[in-house]
């Protein structure tokens, strides 16, 4: 909806050669959208804007643990799980994997490829001496 009236006034506008005006008004619009969110968002938290980072979540069940590990399958993530590579708590009759479990197993990953990269690398360049 404000993309079209923003066509409108910019047509206008570029037909009068008020380019300037046009880009004054875009940012006059802008500042007053940001400062609309900021206030939608201060109202659904209670007036207090949580830190970003405190918004990330701490337990993903079986299925948004597979999207949060690419997407894998969730026979994969049990597979894993049965294996000892994830850790999951219960609550109730809920698995639940948390988020720390998830990235411990990515850096896992991450530190296998790095030291299958050096193994390579030593091997392509042959024996020393």
Avoid: C
């Amino acid at each position: 909806m404000l993309t079209k009236v923003f066509d409108q006034i910019h047509q206008a506008l570029w037909e009068r050669k008020e380019v300037e005006a046009f880009e004054e008004a875009r940012a006059a619009v802008r500042t007053e959208v940001e400062s609309l969110l900021e206030l939608a968002e201060r109202r659904v938290h209670g007036g207090n804007i949580p830190d970003p980072a405190r918004r990330r979540r701490l337990l993903y069940n079986i299925e948004e643990a597979a999207q949060q590990l690419g997407g894998i399958s969730t026979r994969t993530v049990y597979k894993l799980l049965r294996a000892g590579e994830l850790e999951s708590v219960m609550i109730g009759s809920r698995r639940l994997v948390p988020d720390a479990t998830l990235e411990a197993y990515v850096e896992k990953l991450r530190a296998k490829a790095a030291i299958a990269a050096g193994v390579d690398a030593a091997a392509a360049a042959g024996p020393a001496g």
